[in-house]
């Protein structure tokens, strides 16, 4: 396991989220889990906190990129919620999450994400050898993110945009046994690993974007 980089956006996120985010909860039906975190969130900015903040500016249409005093003095219905949580797991809107019944994730990649994210290359490196699919396998959320999106941090669901140390060694992991640089996921219009890598603030900020990027372009040549 390595050290892991949380800038104090993201680990807002978490706190306010944190029983929710156990391994239980999140492998529950979608529509459940997504809305539960919208009734978080709604109370969340009753109660003006950092998290609620971060997940509307980053994700409700009508405040994007606000600051925090306007969003507080907004009006933010559980209706806004639900559009902010929506849009945030690639929906585009809170009808797409209804629709979608009794459709759980999938625990074997949600686990494979946990290990990447969570900087276990050893446990990552075992599911891989089990389950060679993985590096192909989807998110069954709307953003239909790979692992190697989750890699780069950014995009995809707020409490997961953390990078470990050991990020470049993890990407070459993923590249080593078939994970597609170029290959789109719904994000922002539709997004690249690459792309979002090269965009991400997260890994910079923790001082592994350039030899990530590194990683991920030299296993592709």
């Known amino acids: 396991m390595s ?29 459940v889990q997504l809305a539960e975190r919208a009734e978080r969130l709604h109370a ?33 219905s559980l209706a806004d ?8 797991y690639g929906y585009p809107g809170w009808q797409a999450v209804t629709a979608l019944g009794e459709a759980a994730p999938q625990a074997t990649f949600e686990t494979a994400v946990d290990a990447l994210l969570g900087g276990d290359y050893a446990g990552l490196t075992q599911m891989l050898h089990r389950d060679p699919d993985l590096v192909r396998t989807r ?3 709307g953003h239909r993110a790979g692992l190697l999106h989750y890699a780069a941090a950014n995009g995809v669901e707020t409490h997961r945009q953390c990078v470990p140390s ?56």
């Open 166 to 221: 050991s990020l470049p060694r993890l990407v070459a992991l993923l590249r080593e046994h078939g994970a597609d640089p170029e290959s789109p996921a719904e994000i922002y219009g539709g997004s690249t690993p690459l792309a979002l890598l090269e965009s991400s603030a997260h890994p910079a900020a923790a001082g592994v974007s350039a030899q990530a990027l590194a990683a991920m372009r030299a296993s592709a040549e």
């Open 139 to 141: 998110s069954r959320f």
């Open 81 to 88: 919620a639900q559009q902010t949580v929506a849009r945030e």
């Open 44 to 76: 969340g900015h009753a109660r003006g906190q950092r998290g609620a903040i971060v997940l509307i500016s980053n994700w409700h249409p009508d405040w994007l990129g606000a600051d925090a005093a306007r969003i507080r003095a907004g009006d933010f």
């Open 3 to 31: 050290a892991v980089y949380l800038c104090d956006d993201v680990r807002a996120v978490r706190d306010m989220l944190e029983d929710l985010l156990t391994p239980e909860a999140t492998r529950r039906a979608i529509a």
